[in-house]
């Protein structure tokens, strides 16, 4: 009878360790889902803050738009007027594009008198290329090397805007790749 009662004892207890085992291992994660599940919990957090940030300076831009209608409306109410030498000094603010810093050096290029043909290179070639990348929507990479490939670029972008397709870059095809990236 105590060898039954030993039997049955160590059959509840494997049991027992069974089920845990069984349990352990049906709950554990892999370490891909560990890190993603922690990535998501981490996102969510940044959504959370990044939706408190919007709320707040949405009730800020709220607040500074209810000054600025008090302000117009009693300047409005004054009607104040501007002394005329103030507004004869006035100059409207320049306009400033997308892509004003590649427009800049392209101006350069202009100012210079730079020309540009197969085999020429340096970091002016890569300006070139980078406007090319932008016209074209491409990610090719800038080398600084004016090769064949860009030769190839410069005459197709000549061809479109009605210039001589000779393949070499000069101050006219800078002038149009200004005009280009104003539009």
Excluded: C
Excluded at 72 to 86: G, L, M
Excluded at 155 to 176: I, R, W
Aim: charge should be negative.
């Amino acid at each position: 009878m105590e060898k039954l009662g030993t039997f049955l004892l160590s059959i509840l207890i494997l049991a027992i360790f069974g089920l845990i085992g069984y349990w352990s291992i049906s709950t554990m994660q892999s370490g891909a889902e560990h890190v993603a599940s922690e990535k998501i919990k981490q996102l969510q957090k940044e959504n959370n803050d990044l939706k408190k940030e919007m709320k707040d300076l949405t009730g800020e831009l709220d607040t500074l738009s209810s000054k600025l209608k008090t302000i117009e409306s009693t300047s409005v109410a004054k009607e104040e007027k501007v002394p005329a030498q103030i507004e004869q000094n006035t100059q409207p603010a320049p306009t400033v594009y997308k892509y004003q810093i590649l427009i800049n050096e392209l101006q350069k290029l202009i100012d210079d008198d730079i020309s540009m043909k197969l085999k020429s290179s340096g970091t002016r070639v890569g300006t070139l290329q980078i406007f090319f990348n932008i016209y074209n929507k491409t990610n090719t990479e800038v080398d600084n090397s004016y090769g064949v490939g860009t030769q190839k670029l410069v005459v197709a972008f000549q061809k479109d805007q009605g210039l001589k397709a000779d393949g070499e870059a000069g101050p006219d095809t800078f002038k149009k790749a200004i005009d280009w990236l104003e539009k």
